[in-house]
């Protein structure tokens, strides 16, 4: 089952090269068929949980997770079972098949459990609904963490991305986000152990560029502009040329509204390649459409650095991508604080701090 849920055809290869003497598809399917997948959490994933905690509990560990949401855009429509029943209307778990008053979904939110110390995660649950709705959400969470609580499995995170209403989820949570007084985290509901909240990067990278792609200026602390345009430039001048400088700038970038959520874009252009490129064409070519670019130059470069604090993957990483361990805190610590003071002084040319 775990082969064909990576790769059906690899699956079918496996089974003709033994002779059929795997099952076929449609016998995997009939036994994924059993799982009561209705919208709610799945009693199947907490049992298991539940097995590997006993098991932990054996040699002493205990099972801790992050907790992970995000919604999935699905096809609005309704469909017939052949129970006869109809799908397709929001439900959060209530098992309402149908009323005048629900609306149709357009998502479905994932709840996904994380292990922090091994290498699995489970998916706990979905529920179709309508968009974000923020108390629905925060009791949805909540919920999550009381069933997690009851059969021993600890929650140090929740990990979700970044529109307006997932701030006002949390906030409904008890956790705030004021730049005087953060408190980027929330009491557990059953234990009262800080729940700490964790904004995706990627997510949040994708929001920095459309903020400065669509606004086109920002100033610093400084007064200093931050432009979109010097970005632009690049990648004209680049295509035009036919030669890149080092970076992966492309019109497609500039474009980015054709492809917002594709992470590797946003990725590429506030990028340190695409930092030094704009460098070297104020500094070592003398280029006059680059001149004044040393702000855009210091923005881009926070926000690599950022990215890559906290999208380090690679256990033996080195420089900004080399994993946040407490051994090597005094290196990476005044380092993020410092591009934090800096982006807190960023502001639209209205004067508002962003």
């Known amino acids: 089952m775990t082969l064909h849920f990576y790769s059906p055809k690899v699956y079918k290869y496996v ?21 009561n997948c209705e919208p709610s959490f799945t009693s199947e994933s907490f ?13 002493g560990k205990q099972v801790i997770v992050a907790l992970m949401l995000d919604e999935i855009s699905i096809k609005k429509g309704i469909q017939y079972l052949r129970d006869g029943k109809l799908r397709g209307y929001v439900d959060v778990g ?39 709705d923020t108390s629905v959400n925060a009791g949805l969470i909540r919920n999550c963490l009381q069933r997690l609580d009851e059969i021993g ?12 209403q997932h701030f006002a989820t949390v906030r409904e949570l008890g956790a705030t986000f004021d730049f005087i007084d953060p408190k980027p985290f929330f009491l557990h509901p059953s234990n009262k152990k800080k729940v700490n909240v964790i904004f995706d990067a990627c997510h949040m990278l994708k929001l920095f560029r459309n903020c400065l ?20 430039t690049l ?9 890149r ?17 594709k992470v590797a874009l946003a990725a590429q252009t506030l990028s340190s390649s695409v930092a030094d490129a704009i460098e070297f064409c104020a500094r070592d070519l003398g280029l006059s459409e680059f001149q004044g670019s040393e702000a855009m130059v210091r923005f881009i470069r926070c926000i690599d650095r950022l990215f890559d ?36 002084g960023i502001r639209n040319v209205e004067g508002k701090l962003m």
């Not at 998916?123 to 609904?129: D, I, R, S, T």
């Not at 929740?158 to 307006?164: E, F």
């Not at 990648?235 to 030669?243: C, S, T, V």
């Not at 407490?326 to 990476?332: A, C, G, L, Q």
């Open 309 to 344: 604090f906290l999208n380090s993957r690679n256990p033996f990483g080195k420089g900004f991508k080399a994993p946040l361990r407490p051994t090597n805190e005094f290196i990476w610590r005044p380092q993020i604080l410092a591009e934090l003071e800096y982006l807190k």
């Open 94 to 132: 209530s098992g309402i098949e149908t009323c005048d008053d629900i609306p149709l979904a357009k998502d479905a939110l994932v709840f996904i459990a994380v292990v922090i110390d091994d290498s699995w995660k489970i998916p706990l649950g979905y529920f179709l609904v309508n968009g974000i």
């Open 153 to 164: 499995v600890e929650v140090v995170s929740l990990t979700l991305d970044g529109p307006s």
């Open 235 to 243: 990648a004209y001048l680049q295509e035009q040329k036919g030669l």
């Open 213 to 232: 792609g669509d606004i086109k200026e920002l100033h610093d602390s400084e007064g200093k502009k931050i432009e979109w345009r010097f970005i632009t």
């Open 15 to 35: 089974r003709q090269k033994f002779c059929s003497a795997l099952p076929d598809s449609s016998a995997l399917r009939s036994w994924y068929s059993t799982i």
């Open 245 to 261: 400088a080092g970076n992966r700038l492309k019109i497609a970038h500039i474009q980015y509204w054709k492809m917002k959520i």
């Open 47 to 59: 049992d298991a949980l539940k097995k590997r905690v006993s098991e932990e509990k054996k040699v």
